[in-house]
């Protein structure tokens, strides 16, 4: 059974900083990436930020500069570095991953979701 279970979310300030961890548990072949999603009220779940196996990473244009995913590969574990913070990054934001839990069995795995409070 594949966990995920994440910590780091709060209330902040404008212009400050958080940090995100989701540490991935169980029994699993590989995985194939990592990311983190957000969801603010009233919006549709969005990409925020991904790392792939091979290291390569993407993010939403709205967090370029600003945010830094990372990962630990021995701790199965990504991060998600929040800096320069805005009210308009207030959401809940869940980590995904994307493993094989064998060769032949790939699937995703979402975190329960922390909140990302930002106040002006």
């Known amino acids: 059974q594949v966990q995920l279970v994440e910590s780091g979310g709060g209330l902040v300030q404008a212009g400050g900083s958080l940090r995100l961890s989701c540490a991935t548990s169980?029994?699993?072949?590989?995985?194939?990436?990592m990311g983190w999603y957000r969801q603010a009220p009233g919006k549709q779940r969005e990409l925020v930020a991904r790392?792939?196996?091979?290291?390569?990473?993407n993010y939403v244009d709205s967090v370029k500069g600003r945010f830094t995913i990372s990962r630990d590969i021995a701790k199965n574990t990504v991060y998600l570095q929040m800096n320069s913070l805005k009210p308009e990054d207030t959401a809940v934001y869940y980590c995904?991953?994307?493993?094989?839990?064998?060769?032949?069995?790939?699937?995703?795995?979402w975190g329960q979701g922390t909140q990302v409070t930002v106040s002006s």
């Open positions: 169980g029994s699993f072949f590989s995985i194939n990436a």
């Open positions: 790392i792939m196996s091979g290291g390569s990473t």
């Open positions: 995904n991953v994307d493993l094989r839990v064998t060769v032949w069995q790939r699937t995703e795995y």
